[in-house]
T-cell receptor, first 113, second 113 residues
Framework: GNSVTQMEGPVTLSEEAFLTINCTYT??????LFWYVQYPGEGLQLLLKATKADDKGSNKGFEATYRKETTSFHLEKGSVQVSDSAVYFC????????????FGKGTTLSVSS | DAGVTQSPTHLIKTRGQQVTLRCSPKSGHDTVSWYQQALGQGPQFIFQYYEEEERQRGNFPDRFSGHQFPNYSSELNVNALLLGDSALYLCASSLADLSEKLFFGSGTQLSVL
């Protein structure tokens, strides 16, 4: 069946360090892929998405590339800030309507100054 | 512009009871989806409502039911509560034709004792 696996956290980094959070997926067909972020005390927010192979989603300095050959959608940022501390969720959609998402378990990122 | 609002924020029930959770979508949105997020897990899709009908359903038993009203607000009902129903329940809204861009509420934390 469809599933998402992301690296377990927590991930602890110093400000300005490079960030990678790994995400791999299993899916039938060609799903869209997403990264959502949950800041402390807030609801989930869409960070970026990619709808087909080789697409790169980007937002707020974060990037992720849809890699069909490795079934991956790794999240990267060149220089993290304290304000990036949050829980990050990788997700895919499994219906054409696009709102039925399958989420990974989430990765907690903690950035210190 | 109010985002997605959910009520109540916290709720405590005992096994066997019934509960109703409420959600008001972001202004202008017509589609509501519900997710269950257990502690340490990613959200799991329960169902989606559009035009007052259930359009898509995840792998949840019939004890979970919902409703959407003409003003697009929605309710999630859970009957015969089990300890395992303890979780954060998230509501997400979207526009039907832009359904991959979900806006999430902060959730209702349900504890079943």
């Amino acid at each position: 069946g469809n599933s998402v696996t992301q690296m377990e956290g927590p991930v602890t980094l110093s400000e300005e360090a490079f960030l990678t959070i790994n995400c791999t997926y299993t899916a039938t067909g060609y799903p869209s892929l997403f990264w959502y972020v949950q800041y402390p005390g807030e609801g989930l927010q869409l960070l970026l998405k990619a709808t087909k192979a080789d697409d790169k989603g980007s937002n707020k300095g974060f990037e992720a590339t849809y890699r069909k050959e490795t079934t991956s959608f790794h999240l990267e940022k060149g220089s993290v800030q304290v304000s990036d501390s949050a829980v990050y969720f990788c997700a895919l959609n499994f219906n054409q309507a696009g709102t039925a998402l399958i989420f990974g378990k989430g990765t907690t990122l903690s950035v210190s100054s | 512009d109010a985002g997605v609002t959910q009520s109540p924020t916290h709720l405590i029930k005992t096994r066997g009871q019934q509960v109703t959770l409420r959600c008001s979508p972001k202004s202008g949105h017509d589609t509501v989806s519900w997710y269950q997020q257990a502690l340490g897990q990613g959200p799991q899709f329960i169902f989606q409502y559009y035009e007052e009908e259930e359009r898509q359903r995840g792998n949840f038993p019939d004890r979970f039911s919902g409703h959407q009203f003409p003003n697009y607000s929605s309710e999630l009902n859970v009957n015969a509560l089990l300890l395992g129903d303890s979780a954060l329940y998230l509501c997400a809204s979207s526009l039907a034709d832009l359904s991959e861009k979900l806006f999430f509420g902060s959730g209702t934390q349900l504890s079943v004792l």
